[in-house]
């Protein structure tokens, strides 16, 4: 399979050739020659995905491989950083869910984005953003994933910013950027401590299930835990930052200052699932030797859950609903990994994780996809601006609700199978914790039914200036409908089949008892949403008026925000900086300064001696060599 | 005949020595003093001549059987020639340049 490797390289050279002929190539032929190198690009993982889980099965156990390997730093006798292309399981189904949305995406970006200021540098960054996605998916260890893992960092600032001539883009991605940045830091300093232990990055070895390489690791304690604790700990962090978990999620509601097809990119369905993705990868190590840290991914994951589903319940702009929608959704996948057991059917949690990425990917991708061509046809994102408009985009209404009913949670759409999945092994963790994520489950279907309400019935649009919305262009509604279609039977993929903790097969049985239970609580919440939202009426605002404080809070997104704003800008930067500023400047600098002010004075006062009149000088010789004189004469 | 001439003399050394100090001092003196170019050089020309009259006279009162003293004192009238012709030709150009010989006025080279 040693085609994978233009997997890596194809975007990347259409990154480099639209970007450096970007002034010289026309808008369609930029967009054309990106999607067919794209296209090709997904052909190949399709080919690597059957290829892969055809012939590599051993005993009944996918086997890991590596097509492709580079030693491209050497720094020891056993450390090295390498450069190459592994496909297992999981990243298999990576390079299928990252080539189709971004597929999905060049196309519909051909109309979303026709005549905008940049067209050409958008494509180039696209190609970008999916090159480093793969390489980050295929990485033969933990560094590779590193370098690619900051570049899809990059390559998100980049198109957060595409309207760079707008404030709130411009802060939006400067947040992104420094947020998950700073994670990283974090992520970093796991790497090099697990590495400094293990004495190596590579995941072939880290993943063997030999715990001989961990021993030194565990043996070293730091602050009550031991040192491999700490360095899957921080790692998380890193993955927490890139999967917007709480407190780390605040750049993602922002980061929908970005093109709507960005988003359903990177912040729906690719990049922020990568800290899921890191999770599942580094998995055997979690479930092995810190199961603790697992533990702790779980409860992240769920008060992440809740907390942003009861966000998402009161926003009005309709991309900031799917971005809590997307944390919450994330939340889901973490809870499910950090309750997963290893072998055989306890193992459920990790592939129910890996399934609803899969199929979050899709209907969030076709959510946001959606809500571009609604953007598109009213110019707005603000909720109470629309209504109505099912008459006027039919196909665009049909497609959004099969993605709502989707990730409410309705069969047979996908959302069901693999939400229903994540409830049962979270039940057989704690019926606490089981309970907890289902009624997030009925926030969830409350609020994408709340938002399917307003856009497409409640009151009629009203245009101020005599616009009509109209269906968008076939080159928008094509993804949409693919997109709704993948919706409609990923469902009934045997997943259990192909992606599994112990690369094993295992038949997934639907537990009716949870499937009842999630099925009703979202029918329920779906009613609800319906009572309140289908017709214009004044409930709704009633409910607003009877809960102000928390509605307020909420609507705030429970000053989050402003908390970051508090501990950096009054704690951090008046408490700490600024003295340190001070003292820099007028201590250090200070004495830098004085010492310069001092010759400078001196000079001043002996210049006087320089006046430029021999006699002077003669003057001032004559009474030197008198003094001498008559101290040679006296000593 | 050198012994006659030692003994024939009977102006004491330091006589000499006085003289030359007082155009010595006349001359550094003058030297500071003068603005005008030309009477500074003539202060340093009575310097370097109050110089000779020293070598003339250790020469002759301290060692009368050797001449190295009044070679030297011919040596420098020699260079106070020298020097002479230098020091008018820039006082000349100074002139030119300035106008006049006042030393006040060239201070063009001040740092």
């Known amino acids: 399979m040693e085609y994978t490797i233009y997997i890596l390289l194809l975007p990347l050279f259409t990154f480099i050739i639209i970007g450096l002929l970007s002034n010289k190539l026309h808008h369609k032929t930029a967009g054309i020659f990106g999607t067919i190198s794209l296209t090709i690009v997904t052909l190949l993982s399709y080919m690597t995905a059957f290829e892969y889980f055809t012939t590599q099965k051993i005993n009944g156990v996918y086997q890991t491989v590596q097509p492709f390997n580079q030693i491209w730093l050497n720094m020891g006798a056993n450390l090295h950083i390498d450069l190459g292309i592994m496909l297992d399981p999981i990243s298999v189904m990576m390079l299928i869910v990252v080539s189709t949305v971004s597929l999905m995406v060049h196309i519909y970006s051909l109309g979303y984005m026709k005549g905008e200021v940049g067209f050409q540098r958008y494509y180039s960054f696209l190609s970008l953003f999916t090159f480093s996605m793969m390489g980050l998916v295929v990485a033969t260890n933990i560094f590779q994933m590193y370098i690619f893992w900051e570049l899809v960092g990059v390559s998100s600032y980049l198109l957060i910013g595409f309207y760079y001539t707008k404030p709130e883009a411009v802060a939006a991605s400067k947040k992104a950027f420094i947020v998950t940045r700073f994670a990283d830091l974090f992520f970093l300093i796991g790497i090099l401590i697990l590495s400094f232990f293990t004495q190596t990055f590579d995941f072939g070895i880290l993943m063997s299930g030999d715990g001989g390489i961990f021993n030194s690791a565990i043996g070293t304690t730091f602050m009550g835990g031991s040192v491999l604790t700490w360095a899957m700990a921080l790692i998380f962090v890193g993955g927490a930052g890139k999967s917007a978990m709480f407190p780390l999620h605040i750049w993602l509601p922002d980061a929908m200052e970005g093109p709507t097809p960005v988003s359903a990119l990177i912040h729906a369905a690719t990049m922020v699932v990568a800290g899921v993705f890191l999770v599942a990868r580094l998995f055997p190590i979690y479930i092995g030797f810190t199961p603790e840290v697992l533990h702790g991914i779980a409860y992240v994951g769920a008060f992440t859950a809740m907390f942003s589903a009861i966000i998402a319940i009161v926003q009005t702009d309709i991309k900031r609903v799917l971005a809590f929608s997307t944390i919450s959704q994330i939340g889901f996948m973490m809870v499910a990994l950090g309750v997963s057991g290893y072998e055989g059917h306890n193992g459920l949690g990790y592939m129910s994780s890996m399934f609803h990425l899969f199929t979050h990917a899709m209907f969030k991708a076709l959510l946001f996809l959606g809500a571009g061509s609604i953007i598109h046809a009213v110019h707005s994102n603000e909720m109470y601006q629309m209504g109505g408009l099912r008459k006027y985009m039919p196909i665009t209404h049909l497609t959004f609700l099969i993605a709502c009913l989707s990730i409410s949670g309705i069969p047979p759409f996908s959302g069901f199978f693999s939400k229903d999945e994540i409830l049962t092994a979270t039940f057989n963790f704690s019926n606490g914790l089981g309970i907890w994520m289902t009624v997030v489950a009925f926030f969830t279907a409350f609020y994408m039914f709340r938002l399917y309400y307003n856009i497409f019935w409640g009151k009629e649009y009203k245009s101020n200036n005599g616009h009509i919305p109209h269906e968008s262009p076939i080159s928008m509604t094509f993804p949409l409908i693919f997109l709704a279609g993948v919706t409609l039977v990923a469902g009934f993929i045997p997943f259990g089949k192909f992606v599994t903790a112990d690369k094993a097969e295992y038949i997934i049985h639907l537990d009716w008892t949870v499937a009842t239970i999630s099925i009703s609580v979202a029918i329920i919440a779906i009613l609800l949403a319906t009572a309140l939202y289908r017709k214009p009426n004044n409930i709704p605002s009633k409910i607003v008026s009877k809960t102000k404080g928390l509605y307020k809070a909420a609507y705030n997104r429970f000053y989050i925000d402003e908390i970051y704003l508090f501990i950096t800008k009054s704690i951090i930067f008046k408490g700490i900086s600024q003295p340190f500023a001070w003292f820099d400047r007028h201590i250090i600098d200070g004495a830098m300064n004085g010492l310069a002010w001092i010759t400078n004075w001196t000079s001043v006062k002996i210049r006087g001696f320089q006046s430029g009149q021999v006699q002077w000088y003669a003057y001032v010789f004559l009474l030197g060599t008198l003094l001498i004189t008559i101290l040679a004469i006296t000593i | ?111």
């Open chain 2, 1 to 111: 005949m050198i012994e006659l001439l030692v003994n024939s003399v009977s102006i004491p050394m330091v006589a000499f020595l006085i003289v030359s100090l007082i155009m010595f001092f006349a001359g550094v003196f003058g030297f500071l003093t003068r603005k005008n170019l030309i009477m500074i050089l003539i202060s340093v020309e009575l310097i370097l001549n109050a110089v000779d009259i020293n070598f003339a006279v250790f020469n002759r009162y301290l060692f009368p059987e050797q001449m190295e003293g009044l070679f030297f004192a011919l040596f420098g009238i020699a260079i106070a020639a020298c020097e002479t012709a230098v020091a008018i030709a820039i006082i000349i150009n100074i002139y030119r340049r300035f106008g006049n010989v006042e030393v006040d006025n060239v201070n063009k080279l001040k740092g």
